[in-house]
């Protein structure tokens, strides 16, 4: 962030950081379950509650508060399985295992929480790894070495698994999204409404926050990391994640989940659309469309 020689910002960063900071506390207040799912209009004809999106190839898959949707025809969206569960947590792992948390569809019994979930053939078929009953990831990531990161919101810490079955509870935290280095072992970013913050212990404990304020965090390779802020503004990070560049405006408004499938590919979910990027966020096509809801979490 630049900074006068005297050491002040200038009065437009200062307030552009601020506006920043206030949306991500309000995403932050609002980071809770948004009620049932499966209660829209037509929820195999619009998108609303995006929570988590990932890839396998050229296959798009979106996590949202009605299940995991694909796209089809003219980029319509495609339900992926039988299960309609909210997933609030979602990622794409190095192996091609989707990793999901959140809560169970209205009627289809279990416990509130679904803790940690797994699918082996793209989201047709989950099964329960751990937590169930116990935990609501709002955040996943997964290491290289298949350590999973997972943000417990409603206990407000990080939880660390060498397996997805045995977890360590780790730093205690207010964040909306978690990030993992894909080249350096123990390398944690979190989004916070102070700016992102990062540990270099696996998350046992972060540094003060870096000052920029983003939403949401990828790292998609060791030399893609991308973050976007409250507005929808795309910044890519270096240097391990302790400064940040801007890079573009992401069409559509306010985001809702961003994920860096490699060095040049990126997908970003914003208040109208699904977006992808193949030039590291030069030019965005959108994907789907979105029918915004009240808030992305």
Known sequence: MQTH???RRPAATTTAALTAAVAL?????ACTSTGPAGTGADSGASLSHIHGLGAR???????THEGLRTAGAGGRPVPVGDRRDDFMGFTVTASGTFLASGHPAPGSGGPADLGLIASTDSGRSWQEKSLGGEVDFHSLD??????VYGYDSANGLLRVSPDGVRWEERAALRALDIAVSPAT???VLATTETGVVRSTDGGRSFAPA???VLAYVSWGAPDALYGVDPSG????????????TRVASVPGGAPQALTVVDARRLLVATQDGVYESRDAGGRFER?????SGEDAH
């Open 142 to 147: 997964a290491a290289p070495d298949s350590t």
């Open 233 to 244: 503004v795309l910044f890519r990070g270096a240097n391990g994640g302790t400064s940040w």
């Open 185 to 187: 072992a123990g390398t």
């Open 57 to 63: 190839g050229d296959t798009l898959y979106v996590a």
């Open 287 to 291: 994907r789907m469309a979105v029918t």
């Open 210 to 212: 870096s000052g920029q």
């Open 5 to 7: 020689p005297s050491g």
């Open 25 to 29: 506390a309000l995403a932050l207040t």
